[in-house]
């Protein structure tokens, strides 16, 4: 059992390794009115020191700009074995690498 654990914080440092982040710098184009907070890709404005979630993606907003990382690591950028593919719950933001030939079992670590 505890090499299963070991293997689960092992899968979540190559998630947070190899999550897709993006970084969209704060804008200053008026002086005599400065930039209140961030806004997201939906034209939604957010507070300076704000954290949100929406689709699996986190954010937060900073004096410096707009800060974006998708909780689910993206399959090209995680090495699973040949034997073995990622499957992404949408639902639960949470990803799991199981073996292609039976779903229900966990493939082992590297």
């Given at each position: 059992m505890g090499s299963f654990h070991v293997f689960v914080c092992f899968m979540g440092l190559v998630a947070l390794c190899h999550s897709d982040c993006s970084f969209q710098k704060l804008m200053v184009?008026?002086?005599?009115?400065p930039p209140k907070g961030c806004v997201d890709n939906d034209?939604?404005?957010?507070?300076?020191g704000s954290e949100w979630e929406k689709d699996c993606v986190a954010c937060s907003c900073t004096a410096e700009g707009l800060s974006c990382c998708s909780r689910i690591p993206d399959a090209d950028t995680v090495d699973i074995p040949e034997e073995c593919e990622l499957v992404v719950n949408k639902e639960t933001c949470s990803a799991q690498v199981v073996m292609k030939s039976d779903k229900t079992k966990e493939c082992s670590p590297l």
């Open positions: 184009e008026d002086l005599d009115n034209g939604k404005l957010h507070d300076f």
